[in-house]
T-cell receptor, first 111, second 114 residues
């Protein structure tokens, strides 16, 4: 199975700052990584993904970085807004197994 | 497009009672997943189906839990008898054919067992 962990359970930032949420995975065979956002009272929602043949992928205000050497990925949110407040999960998958979710990091954006 | 639909959204029951959670996956998706989320354990995969067939139920905590998928548009997760430690939010998710990596989650059912 996959063990996926996050470095910090809670991250507090000021509105307008950039946020960085980190995640580590244990299975070297993982080749697909996904970030989900879970707002209060809702299910996790897909944000962005990256395959292992890439080191970086950008979306709208979000960037995911993958370091396969140390089995680490991060989610960067630019110009964080109050609406970004949520719990963020990383998931590692690929191959024949179902993605495993990390514990989640709670992002709190202060206006 | 309708997303994954779950019912009920909230369930409060007493210990020992039977609880049935329901899920309707996104039309055309052939994978269906049941998760449990708690503060202590995070998001745990309980069981998943492919084409209505259970593939892996190793996450089901014990025999009190059972899941069925009688057809492509409906699944149930049953707890009988329920216990207070079953209190959690239960999510159903579905994935399109050939892609289990990206899952579409329902809004969840918050279960409270008194």
């Amino acid at each position: 199975g996959e063990s996926v962990g996050l470095h910090l359970p809670t991250l507090s930032v000021q509105e307008g700052d950039n946020s960085i949420i980190n995640c580590a995975y244990s299975n070297s065979a993982s080749d697909y990584f996904i970030w989900y956002k879970q707002e209060s009272g809702k299910g996790p929602q897909f944000i962005i993904d990256i395959r292992s043949n890439m080191d970086k992928r950008q979306g709208q205000r979000v960037t995911v970085l993958l370091n396969k050497t140390v089995k680490h990925l991060s989610l960067q949110i630019a110009a964080t807004q109050p609406g970004d407040s949520a719990v963020y999960f990383c998931a590692a998958g690929g191959g024949s197994y179902i993605p495993t979710f990390g514990r989640g990091t709670s992002l709190i954006v202060h206006p | 497009d309708a997303g994954v639909i779950q019912s009920p959204r909230h369930e409060v029951t007493e210990m020992g009672q039977e609880v049935t959670l329901r899920c309707k996956p996104i039309s055309g998706h052939d994978y269906l997943f049941w998760y449990r989320q708690t503060m202590m354990r995070g998001l745990e995969l309980l069981i998943y189906f492919n084409n209505n067939v259970p593939i892996d139920d190793s996450g089901m905590p014990e025999d009190r839990f059972s899941a069925k998928m009688p057809n492509a548009s409906f699944s149930t997760l049953k707890i009988q008898p329920s216990e207070p430690r079953d209190s959690a939010v239960y999510f159903c998710a579905s994935s399109p054919p050939g892609n289990t990596d990206t899952q579409y989650f329902g809004p969840g059912t918050r279960l409270t067992v008194l």
